[in-house]
């Protein structure tokens, strides 16, 4: 993927770290899946000892200071690793959506690593652009009933062949690209912001690839 270079002077260490996953069989559910899952959210709650350290975990705070920057409240919108690990903490199970986001979702939780996902045959992945949005262009993310107008200091992923907006980076998918029981090849992005390493994303991708191989493979 490409990177405008006004954002690469202005967020150094910006970037993603992509993984393309062929002929993938995504189901409603696996009862594997389900106790994989119950395991991995117990030894989150013995590493992490409560809520309130949460928010000053090293990579939970860099996508923080980032959606400060451009136009996100992360108090009210969670980054995606936080979101879920406060769900967990809170003493609620990892949402069941399908196979392939509940793997990578437990990937998300246990590194704490923002991860996106397309299906592969709606989203050209070879020619996909990072930039700065303009204001006033819509998205739709995925759970959006409506639209949303942005205001023109976000972050967006654009798929220059249908030249639609695919993400709000690194905050949501859109809609329309979002993965289903239908898809068959997907690309993910680890997303990196300043102050993620690379070894975190490294980290990200192995488990993303590890979690949905032994489960939608």
Known sequence: ???????????PGLG?????????VVKKSSEDLEEFKRKKQE??????????????????????????????????????????????????????????VDSYNVASAESMVAIAAFDGRVVDIS??????????EVFRGIGMELPISLSGIEVVIQDRTSEKLVAVYPYRDS???????????????????????QNDLVLANEMTRDYVSRFCI
């Open 1 to 11: 993927m490409e990177i405008e270079s006004v954002l690469l002077e202005k967020y």
């Open 16 to 24: 993603v770290l992509e993984l393309e996953v062929k002929d993938v």
């Open 43 to 100: 030894e989150i709650r013995k590493r992490i000892p409560s809520l309130d350290a949460v928010k000053d975990l090293p990579v939970l705070r860099a996508y923080r200071d980032f959606y400060w920057k451009v136009g996100i409240d992360p108090t009210k919108t969670r980054p995606a690793g936080e979101a879920l690990i406060r769900r967990i903490l809170g003493g609620r199970d990892l949402p069941t959506v399908n196979t392939l």
């Open 127 to 136: 020619n996909l652009l990072m930039r700065t949005v303009l204001k006033g």
């Open 175 to 197: 809609d329309e690209s979002k993965v289903t029981e239908k898809t068959k090849d997907v690309l993910f992005m680890m997303c990196g912001v300043p102050g993620i390493s």
